[in-house]
Nanobody, 126 residues
Framework: QLQLVESGGGLVQSGGSLKLSCAAS????????IGWFRQAPGTEREGISC????????SYAESVKGRFTISRDSTTNTVYLQMNSLIPEDTAVYYC???????????????????WGRGTEVTVSS
């Protein structure tokens, strides 16, 4: 059973940066597409980025494109989300999730994802 644990969240000022980690145990992350999602209070969960299990193709939501970067480190079995130029609208609980299907391109719909972490909270102050 794949287990995912997010870390790296916290409080940061607008314009600042954070790097989130999604560490896996139980199985190798290399065979999974990994997605990052976020959910702000009173809103639906939003898929913001993903990295495929086919040549590490990436995808980003328009809301984070150019500011966030997803990456995979096979040696540490971890997927990262580097978040730069943070704005208050980025405040949310951030989750990572794993999709075991082999796809040409990863998807940002939560319906594709089977394994989920418990989330890490990010707060961006203005």
């Amino acid at each position: 059973q794949l287990q995912l644990v997010e870390s790296g969240g916290g409080l940061v000022q607008s314009g600042g940066s954070l790097k989130l980690s999604c560490a896996a145990s139980g199985l190798s992350l290399d065979t999974y597409a990994i997605g990052w999602f976020r959910q702000a209070p009173g809103t639906e969960r939003e898929g913001i980025s993903c990295i495929s299990n086919h040549r590490d193709e990436t995808s980003y939501a328009e809301s984070v494109k150019g500011r966030f970067t997803i990456s995979r480190d096979s040696t540490t079995n971890t997927v990262y989300l580097q978040m730069n130029s943070l704005i208050p609208e980025d405040t949310a609980v951030y989750y990572c999730a794993a999709d075991p299907a082999r796809r040409w391109q990863c998807g940002r719909s939560e319906d594709l994802y089977v394994f989920w972490g418990r989330g890490t909270e990010v707060t961006v102050s203005s």
